[in-house]
């Protein structure tokens, strides 16, 4: 069984400029959460994708957006890149059915810089 | 949004020492997960509680869910030096899909 990954390690962009960020699931499940890790503070929650589709959002403007593919693994995308942008993006994967979402287990994380 | 309160922010205590620590929130929640982190790592997952008054151990790391669905709480016991590093509560309400994680406690076990 493999466990979450994540792409890339590490990333430097530039304000304004876009990135994209990885994640492919762990065997077996079908949601995939991001989120965004500041320095010294908690991981927050960005969204999640289930079934293809964005499902819950949390307060992260309109230039954060996502995909999920077929094979359950997703991007990150942002646009507009802000120097508050600089953070490590974890992605998370669980098993999701009916309304309840069980346990997430965690990627090693994209640390993104922006200058 | 929700606010998870995490205590002690941090902790530095002996080898062999037991630590607890524990999370409070606003409101009720139906699902609490604690997680341990390593710098410049993802937070790799502990234990799992689902009910309230719930009790469940993993190795040398207890812990429960409040029975008032508003706090849960986690022990170590006989700490290691492996067991330093950041520790996380997160924990789901019954109407979202996304976990709110705490603020974290920051565990140094002196040799």
């Known amino acids: 069984e493999t466990g979450v990954t994540q792409s890339p390690t590490h990333l430097i962009k530039t304000r304004g400029q876009q990135v994209t960020l990885r994640c492919s699931s762990q065997s077996g499940h079908n949601t995939v959460s991001w989120y965004q890790q500041a320095l010294g503070q908690g991981p927050q929650f960005i969204f999640q994708?289930?079934?293809?589709?964005?499902?819950g959002r949390g307060n992260f403007p309109p230039r954060f957006s996502g995909l999920q593919f077929p094979n359950y693994s997703s991007e990150l995308n942002v646009n507009a890149l802000e120097l508050d942008d600089s953070a490590l993006y974890l992605c998370?994967?669980?098993?999701?059915?009916?309304?309840?979402?069980?346990?997430?287990?965690f990627g090693p994380g994209t640390r993104l810089t922006v200058t | 949004g929700q606010q998870l309160n995490q205590s002690p922010q941090s902790m530095f205590i002996q080898e062999g020492e037991d630590v607890s620590m524990n999370c409070t929130s606003s409101s009720i929640f139906n699902t609490w997960l604690w997680y341990k982190q390593d710098p410049g790592e993802g937070p790799v997952l502990l234990i799992a509680?689902?009910?309230?008054?719930e009790l469940t151990s993993n190795g040398r790391l207890t812990a429960q869910f409040g029975i008032t669905r508003k706090d849960s709480f986690l022990n170590i016991s006989a700490s290691i030096p492996s067991d330093v590093g950041i520790y996380f509560c997160a924990g789901q309400t019954p109407t979202s899909n996304q976990f709110y994680f705490g603020t974290g406690t920051s565990l140094t076990v002196i040799p």
């Open positions: 994708y289930y079934r293809e589709e964005e499902n």
């Open positions: 509680l689902y009910k309230a008054g």
């Open positions: 998370a994967s669980s098993y999701r059915a009916g309304q309840g979402t069980y346990e997430q287990y």
